[in-house]
């Protein structure tokens, strides 16, 4: 592969809000497998409403789009967490290049930092997309729920490689619409009463 064609296949567009098909670069790192498209337009076609005004967390960043996608449709601010040096620079890069300070990034590994720190803020809108064989689906929705970060009536995406029914999420979660696209399984959780 030329250098050409991976710096191509590294570049994502916003697909909505102000910034809309401004570019995102994002490192060249294996693990990083940025939200498709199609999977990102349903996504924040759900949220069209919840999402202006919202507080949201992103605890794994990755490519950083689901935070700039978020940002540019209207949310307040996000945080997001990335643990990867050359990750972490890319998503600085690009809220530099988009002219935000509603971006605060944290290099910090996500469930540590659910785990040890008390919410100074809850968050409206939550984006859970760890690695797939990570298994920090269930911990991370576990210590959302109990550890006070969420808002009374926040919602939760998340995006995985198997049928998100088969998660063991908490008990007031429900599963509120999902999908399938290719090997993506993504929905969105109600995390109490709205």
Known sequence: MTADSSKARNRLRIIGGEWRSRVVNFADIPDIRPT????RETLFNWLQAPIVGARCLDLFAGSGVLSFEALSRGAKSVLCFELDAKAATAVRTNAVQLKTESLQLMQKNALDWLQTNSPEQQFDVVF???PYAAGFYEPCC???QENGWLAPSA???IEADQPLDLLTLP?????MKHKRAGAVHYGLCETGAR
């Open 128 to 130: 859970v997309d760890p």
């Open 155 to 157: 919602l939760v995406y």
């Open 36 to 39: 498709p498209d199609r999977v």
């Open 142 to 144: 576990r210590l959302l």
């Open 171 to 175: 008990e007031q979660w429900r599963l």
